[in-house]
Nanobody, 124 residues
């Protein structure tokens, strides 16, 4: 399974961005997806996760109410809509797939497949 993120960029605080994660390869089985991020000098942190059906979602407290995760199962694409961006949202964003589970977890060690990351920079 290969994951490819896109949609990162440079925006000003308060603006929006939408990240996409396209999965290819053996994507016919059910799996959970998530977005993580890592800022310079900080550990990788969970941002949002979504179950196979798209009904169950989880968010980090820092992004609740501002970010929305969704997925298009037929296209094997997972999205992260980011609104009201803050300077502290600046990081490399990674999508990840948990092949073992239908529901998302915030534990990054549970995810077997990772994308290469996309940079999101929010200026003040």
């Amino acid at each position: 399974v290969q994951l490819v993120e896109s949609g990162g960029g440079l925006v000003q605080a308060g603006e929006s961005l939408t990240l996409s994660c396209a999965a290819s390869g053996r994507t016919s089985r059910a799996y959970a997806m998530a977005w993580f991020r890592q800022a310079p000098g900080k550990q990788r942190e969970f941002v949002a996760g979504i179950g196979w059906t798209g009904v169950n979602t989880e968010y980090a407290d820092s992004v609740k109410g501002r970010f929305t995760i969704s997925r298009d199962i037929e296209k094997s694409v997972t999205y992260l809509q980011m609104d009201s961006l803050k300077v502290e949202d600046t990081a490399v964003y990674y999508c990840a797939a948990d092949w073992k589970a239908w529901q998302p977890t915030s534990v990054h060690e549970e995810y077997e497949y990772w994308g290469q990351g996309t940079q999101v920079t929010v200026s003040s």
